[in-house]
């Protein structure tokens, strides 16, 4: 009885139990549709990075950093005209926010000053104070009468200190104010936070700053060209404004002639800060390099060594 019960029901439920449509399997897909996606847009972004100058300069690892002796170095990309990508990059940085001793390097906030408070064809006497503060350098003589931009020339191309003194009075008594207090003020409003002043010349040790707080101040002197105009200057024959005195200045910058595409810079050493040293290079059409360089032993072959590194290090273009 059980059994033909069984085949009863299973009569009965036939249709139902045999004739379901098999399960359709899916379709074999050859890759995930997200990960098309993924690739394709590494690929877009992978050919942007090569190809779209904003990201240039573009590091080559395959070249290893290059060994520098500096207490601090710095080389940093200006671009003319910088994209949010490619502006301000630094390619190599030692010790970048330490503070040093500048030297002479003061003298370019001071060039900066004296062009924003006294006009370049102005009468300055040289005073006993000039040539007797810092040491006798530049050939100034008690009394000679000097343009300003005579002895800008002077200040940035023999680095004189004579000249730096000389130009802080005359700013000081067009201005009313200290000449110092000027540079210190000039530097807080560049947000220039590890820098001092203590004279115009960079003659104390109490001259500070750092690598990064250079650069930014370096930035900032492009908008004065002619300081770069002297600064590139090997020598020039110049004299007092009646033409009695006469002045031959030769630049301390031994790169002068001895490497391409020099825009500028300036040179500083004391025995306490050793050699200093800023250039600028044009890099490209629109690429600045900036190489700054403190405490150093050999700061003409290491800004050198530093330059051409970048030059083979990154691709430009």
Same mark, same amino acid.
């Given at each position: 009885?059980?059994?033909?019960?069984?085949?009863?029901?299973?009569?009965? !439920? @036939?249709?139902?139990?045999?004739?379901?449509?098999?399960?359709?399997?899916?379709?074999?897909?050859?890759? =995930?549709?997200?990960?098309?996606?993924?690739?394709?847009?590494?690929?877009?972004?992978?050919?942007?990075?090569?190809?779209?100058?904003? !990201?240039? =300069?573009?590091?080559?690892?395959?070249?290893?950093?290059?060994?520098?002796?500096?207490?601090?170095?710095?080389?940093?990309?200006?671009?003319?005209?910088?994209?949010?990508?490619?502006?301000?990059?630094?390619?190599?940085?030692?010790?970048?926010?330490?503070? !040093?001793?500048?030297?002479?390097?003061?003298?370019?906030?001071?060039?900066?000053?004296?062009?924003?408070?006294?006009?370049?064809?102005?009468?300055?006497?040289?005073?006993?104070?000039?040539?007797?503060?810092?040491?006798?350098?530049?050939?100034?003589?008690?009394?000679?009468?000097?343009?300003?931009?005579?002895?800008?020339?002077?200040?940035?191309?023999?680095?004189?200190?004579?000249?730096?003194?000389?130009?802080?009075?005359?700013?000081?008594?067009?201005?009313?104010?200290?000449?110092?207090?000027?540079?210190?003020?000039?530097?807080?409003?560049?947000?220039?936070?590890?820098?001092? !002043?203590?004279?115009?010349?960079?003659?104390? +040790?109490?001259?500070?700053?750092?690598?990064?707080?250079?650069? @930014?101040?370096?930035?900032?002197?492009?908008?004065?060209?002619?300081?770069?105009?002297?600064?590139?200057? =090997? +020598?020039?024959?110049?004299?007092?404004?009646?033409?009695?005195?006469?002045?031959?200045?030769?630049?301390?910058?031994?790169?002068?002639?001895?490497?391409?595409?020099?825009?500028?810079?300036?040179?500083?050493?004391?025995?306490?800060?050793?050699?200093?040293?800023?250039?600028?290079?044009?890099?490209?059409?629109?690429?600045?390099?900036?190489?700054?360089?403190?405490?150093?032993?050999?700061?003409? +072959?290491?800004?050198?060594?530093?330059?051409?590194?970048?030059?083979?290090?990154?691709?430009?273009?």
């Amino acid at each position: 009885m059980l059994g033909k019960f069984l085949i009863t029901i299973l009569l009965i !439920f @036939e249709p139902l139990i045999f004739s379901v449509e098999p399960v359709q399997q899916p379709l074999p897909i050859e890759a =995930p549709v997200e990960e098309e996606i993924g690739k394709q847009h590494l690929s877009s972004i992978s050919s942007l990075w090569f190809s779209n100058p904003n !990201f240039l =300069p573009m590091r080559d690892w395959g070249i290893d950093d290059p060994e520098i002796a500096a207490e601090a170095a710095l080389v940093s990309n200006l671009a003319d005209e910088p994209s949010l990508l490619s502006k301000n990059k630094i390619l190599y940085q030692k010790n970048i926010d330490d503070v !040093f001793p500048i030297a002479s390097l003061t003298k370019l906030m001071t060039a900066v000053v004296v062009l924003e408070n006294i006009n370049l064809s102005e009468e300055v006497i040289i005073s006993e104070n000039a040539l007797s503060a810092y040491g006798d350098k530049g050939g100034l003589v008690i009394g000679e009468k000097i343009t300003v931009e005579n002895l800008l020339y002077a200040l940035l191309v023999e680095s004189s200190n004579d000249a730096a003194v000389a130009l802080a009075e005359a700013v000081q008594v067009k201005t009313g104010n200290d000449f110092v207090w000027l540079m210190n003020e000039k530097a807080k409003s560049l947000n220039l936070g590890k820098t001092n !002043f203590t004279d115009s010349s960079g003659y104390q +040790a109490d001259n500070i700053s750092t690598v990064g707080d250079l650069s @930014e101040l370096v930035k900032y002197v492009f908008k004065y060209p002619l300081i770069w105009q002297i600064t590139r200057t =090997p +020598a020039i024959d110049l004299s007092s404004i009646d033409g009695e005195i006469k002045h031959h200045w030769i630049s301390t910058n031994e790169l002068l002639g001895n490497l391409p595409n020099i825009i500028g810079g300036k040179t500083g050493y004391t025995q306490e800060a050793q050699g200093c040293f800023i250039l600028i290079t044009q890099q490209l059409e629109k690429d600045y390099l900036i190489t700054i360089i403190l405490g150093a032993e050999e700061r003409f +072959a290491e800004a050198k060594k530093l330059i051409e590194w970048a030059g083979e290090a990154y691709r430009w273009e």
